[in-house]
């Protein structure tokens, strides 16, 4: 398994549009594109900042998994997110290293990335996702 870089960091926001204008007024970054990912039920937006991106996720479903994530601890990093250069064999590596995955086998995430996320309780309470863009 090869680890090529930090992709992205992942946050929980309640507004979307509200969250982007201090992202894009204040912090002068702009907004790549956006996207709803029905499979994880939320709306993201992706803003490109040197080699990596922040990902503003906003929950579709108040019961979706970044929905109860803000009832849990509020707004605010959700995840980190490393790209790998072989997602399989980095799901396998991570197995054989005893850690628990919440994702036994790739999913589609956003961008049309291939995505598997490592359980927290493996990493440190550290929400870790794997990517591997193509």
């Given amino acids: 398994m090869k680890t090529l ?5 992942g946050i929980a926001v309640k507004n979307l549009d509200e969250t ?12 790549q594109g956006s996207e709803i ?3 994880q039920k939320v709306r993201v937006a992706f803003l490109p ?3 990596s991106e922040i990902e503003l996720l906003e929950s579709t479903d108040p019961d979706g998994p970044i929905a109860r994530f803000i009832e849990k601890n509020g707004e605010g990093i959700q995840h980190i997110a ?3 250069d072989d ?3 980095a799901i396998e590596h991570m197995k054989a290293k005893g850690m628990r995955m919440i994702d036994e ?3 589609y995430g956003a961008g049309g990335a291939k995505i598997a996320f490592v359980h927290p309780k493996s990493s440190n309470r550290v929400l870790v996702e794997l990517t591997q863009r193509d």
Avoid: A, N, S
Wanted: no cysteine; aromatic share 10%.
């Fill in 5 to 9: 870089k930090v992709d992205h960091i």
């Fill in 20 to 31: 982007l204008e201090f992202y894009t007024d204040v912090l002068g970054l702009e907004v």
């Fill in 105 to 107: 086998q790739p999913r």
């Fill in 87 to 89: 997602i399989e064999e």
């Fill in 37 to 39: 990912v029905e499979e």
């Fill in 82 to 84: 490393f790209k790998v």
């Fill in 49 to 51: 900042i040197g080699d």
